[in-house]
């Protein structure tokens, strides 16, 4: 593999430093650009060398000024939405962490890799394990596709006791150590509900044949099956590592610092299937994917806004779903024919949902 310059935006974060881990144990692997939203980088980037460093603000400047072979979009949100345009666009090599860009601008990303003609690389793990069981295979030997959920902390607790949560128990994952959105999306399953739309852009599926399925350890991270019965899964401690490496030195498979599974010390896997009543994020994420134009985008504005709101405690867990659901009702959810109609609508949404915080607060 020839050398590969990466930007690497979201540097600060969970995914981002995982990702710095990984370029550190791949010689031909650097960093031509760093991006955050708040934290500083001076630091990071006098170490590791770099010209290009941006707090805040539009990261295309950065991005032309870099020319890097490959972005990295970690940075959490909406926000995300320019970098990822921008490198689909041009062809330019994408390892996608942040899921939000491509819900909120599916149809646009999706024209704008058409004619950028360069690579997709999902880091999300479920997707990364998608794309790695359907390599291959042809789109008509494919029957469904299963997006596996842990299930987050709450999976056991009955609908009364979810109005108590607190922030604190919602931010203890079981499974993955994350930053706090995500983590949050988790507990809800939001996270799995933007994960089904994730799905539906990047593999070209439709809804009814991608399936969620609750599975509590998270050692297996999705499925195929195929027309003959046949189902291929994806199994692997829960370590981003391994889908950040997979996306960073891809078509390689790079030694990382995760180990296999061990199945001589005992491997039970479990599967049940998730409850939409007391996590209706699920099927209001699976109804917006479904109705199409920009109601995912309003979806994931929405969910944004609660979600902070959550962490500010300014609501409870269950008026998370709530704010959503009342979001989507208000929108129109018409198409975007380009990326100043997507802001106006991604706006609309979070307008609305903002709204119905106002009394609360
Ligand atoms: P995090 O909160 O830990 O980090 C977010 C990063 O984005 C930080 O570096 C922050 O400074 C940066 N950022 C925020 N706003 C920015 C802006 N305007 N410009 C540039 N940078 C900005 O989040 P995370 O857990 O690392 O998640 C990042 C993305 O990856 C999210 O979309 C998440 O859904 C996705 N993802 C994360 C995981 C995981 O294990 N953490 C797994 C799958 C997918
Ligand atoms: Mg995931």
Same mark, same amino acid.
Request: net charge negative; aromatic share 4%; charged share 20%.
């Given at each position: ?7 690497? @935006? ?29 934290? *500083? ?24 000024? /870099? ?116 983590? &949050?999306? /988790? ?6 509900? @933007?994960?089904?739309? +994730? ?5 070209? &599926? ?24 046949? #189902? ?11 889908? &950040? ?18 199945? *001589? ?28 134009? #920009? ?8 969910? +944004? &806004? ?21 979001? @989507? ?21 979070? *307008? ?10």
């Amino acid at each position: 593999m020839r050398e590969r310059r990466i930007a690497l @935006l979201g540097a600060t974060g969970s995914i981002g430093r995982q990702a710095l881990d990984v370029i550190a144990s791949n010689p031909d692997l650097s960093v031509c650009a760093l991006a955050s939203g708040s934290q *500083s980088l001076d630091r990071l980037a006098a170490e590791l060398d770099v010209e290009h460093a941006q707090v805040g603000g539009d990261v295309v400047d950065l991005l032309e000024a /870099s020319e890097p072979d490959l972005v990295l979009n970690a940075v959490v949100g909406f926000t995300g939405v320019g970098a990822t345009l921008w490198a689909l666009e041009r062809g330019v090599t994408l390892a996608l962490a942040n899921k939000e860009s491509l819900v909120a601008a599916g149809d646009l990303a999706m024209t704008a890799w058409r004619r950028g003609g360069g690579l997709l690389l999902p880091v999300d793990s479920e997707h990364s394990a998608l794309h790695q069981c359907l390599d291959g295979h042809s789109p008509q030997t494919v029957e469904s596709i299963v997006l596996t959920a842990s299930g987050g902390p709450f999976r056991n607790r009955s609908a009364d006791e979810l109005e108590s949560v607190t922030v604190e128990e919602a931010l203890a994952h079981p499974t993955w150590s994350m930053g706090p959105k995500i983590t &949050i999306d /988790s507990a809800t399953l939001a996270n799995k509900g @933007l994960e089904l739309i +994730e799905a539906h852009f990047l593999f070209g &599926i439709e809804y009814e044949r991608i399936e969620v399925v609750v599975h509590p350890t998270s050692v297996v991270h999705a499925l195929v099956r195929f027309r003959d019965g046949a #189902t291929l899964a994806h199994l692997g401690h829960p370590d981003m590592r391994v889908p &950040i490496s997979f996306a960073l030195t891809y078509p390689d498979r790079r030694v990382t610092s995760v180990t296999s599974l061990d199945f *001589s010390a005992g491997l039970t896997l479990e599967f049940e299937r998730p409850d939409t009543e007391r996590f209706p994020l699920l099927a209001l994420a699976r109804e917006a994917g479904e109705r199409g134009g #920009t109601y995912p985008c309003a979806f994931n504005a929405a969910n +944004e &806004i609660a979600v902070a709101a959550f962490l500010d405690g300014r609501i409870r867990f269950t008026e998370i779903a709530a704010l959503v659901e009342e979001a @989507l009702a208000a929108v129109d959810g018409a198409p975007a024919s380009d990326l100043g109609e997507l802001v106006e609508a991604d706006e609309q949404a979070r *307008s609305a949902a903002e709204r119905r915080l106002a009394p609360a607060a």
